[in-house]
């Protein structure tokens, strides 16, 4: 079992960068496929973006060429870098983390984009 722990959020106005960190307890983070997910007020959570074991990302459409995910295996934690920040970028931001068919949840990060 993984336990995640996000940080980074805040509040930054649109057009500005944010960076989330995911920590992760557990001695075979670089077995998990992770990710990030958001959800904003009275909507559902969507993904974000993913990374695999093997380093392979996809990012959702609507953060495409603006959002990198990356991990670093050595310190058991994974990123989310976010440039060109928009206000519908508004969201509580949560890590996941996929092994063995379970799913396994920070308590979200909340990111806040002013007009």
């Known amino acids: 079992q993984v336990q995640l722990v996000e940080s980074g959020g805040g509040l930054v106005q649109a057009g500005g960068s944010l960076r989330l960190s995911c920590a992760a307890s557990g001695r075979i983070f670089s077995m998990y496929a992770m990710g990030w997910y958001r959800q904003a007020p009275g909507k559902q959570r969507d993904m974000v973006a993913r990374?695999?074991?093997?380093?392979?990302?996809n990012v959702a459409d609507s953060v495409k060429g603006r959002f990198t995910i990356s991990r670093d295996n050595a310190k058991n934690t994974v990123y989310l870098q976010m440039n060109s920040l928009k206000p519908e970028d508004t969201a509580v931001y949560y890590c996941n983390g996929k092994l063995g068919g379970m799913d396994y949840w920070g308590k979200g990060t909340l990111v806040t984009v002013s007009s």
């Open positions: 990374i695999t074991i093997g380093g392979n990302t």
